[in-house]
């Protein structure tokens, strides 16, 4: 690379675009994690294998929004097979915890409402409980874990010895 020049990188995607790759991608991770579970719990204490899964998922699912989700990973140069650091995978942690805790404690409230719920309800309670934990996650993640700090424009300064450009005048007021 000459001296000066910086090579462009690749702008994040927008909040739907983001939203629909975290679905898909996320999602694929649970399926795949489901299986993983039920394969291992074949030799495996189900507890421990569950904790296995949980763990591997958890940061593959991190470096995979990381670097489609969000775009992060382009961003920043790859370091070997984990492009994320410790800080983005305790943070994404985090909120696998929270969200965990949104839908196990949605179906401890069910079942103190209702000692033997049907099914359907109970399946109800806990999709709603996990596509709210799911959009919580989202945006603590696009915006809190993942957030890009773009580069602001500079404030404007007006030299008080001379009248301000009509450009200057149109940024103040904005």
Request: glycine fraction near 10%; proline fraction near 5%.
């Amino acid at each position: 690379m000459q001296r000066g020049l910086r090579t462009s990188t690749p702008e994040a995607p927008g909040a739907f675009a983001s939203f629909v790759r975290f679905v898909i991608l996320g999602g694929g991770v649970g399926l795949a994690s489901s299986a993983g579970v039920a394969l291992l719990a074949a030799s495996l204490p189900f507890a421990l294998a569950n904790a296995l899964v949980t763990v591997v998922s958890t940061i593959l699912a991190t470096e995979l929004h990381a670097r489609f989700t969000f775009a992060a990973g382009r961003r920043r140069g790859g370091r070997g097979l984990l492009r994320c650091g410790l800080r983005h995978h305790l943070q994404s942690a985090g909120t696998a915890a929270a969200a965990f805790a949104v839908t196990t404690l949605a179906m401890l409230v069910l079942y103190a409402f209702e000692s033997a719920p049907s099914l359907v309800v109970e399946q109800t309670v806990y999709l709603s409980a996990s596509a709210l934990a799911g959009t919580g996650r989202f945006l603590a993640l696009r915006l809190y874990v993942f957030a890009t700090t773009g580069k602001r424009p500079s404030p404007v300064t007006l030299d008080l010895h001379r009248p301000p450009t009509r450009r200057e005048l149109l940024t103040t007021a904005s």
